[in-house]
Structure formats: C-alpha cells, structure tokens
C-alpha cells in the first residue's frame, strides 16, 4: 500500500506528468515520469482505463502495480512524480511480466530525464536495490 503523501491525486499532477514528462512504452505499461522539487515527497499515479477488463481485472492489475511501485518509492523517496498507465494486454500479464516490464521502462525513462535536464533523483544508496 503507497502512503498517502506517495498518492497522485489531482489530475493537475496527472496532466502535467503526461504532459511534460518523459515516456516509455512496453508491452503492457507506459510510464511518464518528472523531476520534482527534492523537498517534495516522490508521487506515484496509476491509469488503468477500462480497455483492460471488468472492474475485478481493473483493480487486480492495480494491486499488482501498486505492489510494483514499492520499491521506486524506496530507491526515490523525494523528488519525482510517475504515472503508469495500464495497458489492455496487462490483464493477462503475469506478475513477472509486469515488474519486468514497468522496470525496464523506469530504466529508460529515468536515463532519459537525466539526459534532458540532469536533475533527476538519484537513489537513496542505503536503499538501494541491485
């Protein structure tokens, strides 16, 4: 379970992530990310639209990305907003597949950020995970 100062809420926040932020599609997940202020908490936002099932496949699919999103959290506790945004193909994904996925697109996209402007969050090395 993400706290609630780790929450997207506002769809402000939602819109200026995609907007603005850098992208990376996978097979089942894109993921938009932004560098924010390294005093504020980072947020996490999840987009499962209802191309990927019913509402029971909806939420297990967020469940799972919830889950997923853990340990970005803990690596980047300040200074970064992320949507992931569900695709219909991630209702059959397994686990696996999906923390594959969402990992490789956080790679690239976090190289991406630090490329463009230099000032993305760098992991707590204490919780680090290799």
């Given amino acids: 379970m993400l706290a609630t100062k780790n ?22 997940v894109v993921l938009y990310m932004v560098s924010s202020s390294p005093d504020e908490p980072s947020q996490i936002g999840f987009i499962v639209a209802k191309t990927v099932g019913n509402a029971v496949t909806r939420n297990l699919v967020k469940r799972r990305l919830r889950e ?50 230099g000032d993305v969050a760098r992991p707590t090395p204490a919780l680090s995970v290799e």
């Fill in 7 to 28: 929450r997207m809420r506002t769809s402000a926040n939602f819109s200026h992530t995609v907007r603005s932020g850098a992208r990376n599609g996978r097979r089942n």
């Fill in 68 to 117: 997923i999103v853990v340990e970005t959290i803990r690596q980047y506790p300040y200074g970064v907003k992320v949507v992931v945004r569900a695709l219909p193909v991630s209702a059959e994904a397994s686990f696996g597949d999906l923390v594959v996925d969402y990992r490789k697109a956080f790679s690239s996209v976090s190289s991406r950020l630090a490329g463009r402007n």
